[in-house]
């Protein structure tokens, strides 16, 4: 079994900072791209930043130059640093993770996890 635990969530004003922190623990092989989404009440999902094992990184046009992914992956955690936040980057922050599991190398399993919310003020 495989889990993905967020963490780093809170309430901040426009301009702060916020950096959140997801762990994935359990029966892991390998773990490899991994990312944040976000989903804001009334609309959907969207894909915030991924990153690679090797460290190649996309992100959303709206948080270029504020936000940044990175990972560790001998801890198999992955960060989102938040920079220069706005009101509309209030959401529920989910991680992302493809995981190859020991008892099946080789096949990707996609999991999430439970959300964080992120709150701006104005």
């Known amino acids: 079994q495989v889990q993905l635990m967020e963490s780093g969530g809170g309430l901040v004003q426009a301009g702060g900072s916020l950096r959140l922190s997801c762990v994935a623990s359990?029966?892991?092989?390998?773990?490899?791209?991994m990312g944040w989404y976000r989903q804001a009440p009334g609309k959907q999902r969207e894909l915030v930043a991924s990153?690679?094992?090797?460290?190649?990184?996309n992100y959303l046009d709206s948080v270029k130059g504020r936000f940044t992914i990175s990972r560790d992956n001998a801890k198999n955690t992955v960060y989102l640093q938040m920079n220069s936040l706005k009101p509309e980057d209030t959401a529920v922050y989910y991680c992302?993770?493809?995981?190859?599991?020991?008892?099946?190398?080789?096949?990707?399993?996609?999991?999430w996890g439970q959300g964080t919310q992120v709150t701006v003020s104005s």
């Open positions: 990153i690679i094992s090797g460290g190649t990184s």
């Open positions: 359990g029966s892991i092989f390998r773990t490899n791209a």
């Open positions: 992302n993770a493809k995981i190859e599991r020991l008892n099946y190398p080789g096949r990707e399993y996609g999991y």
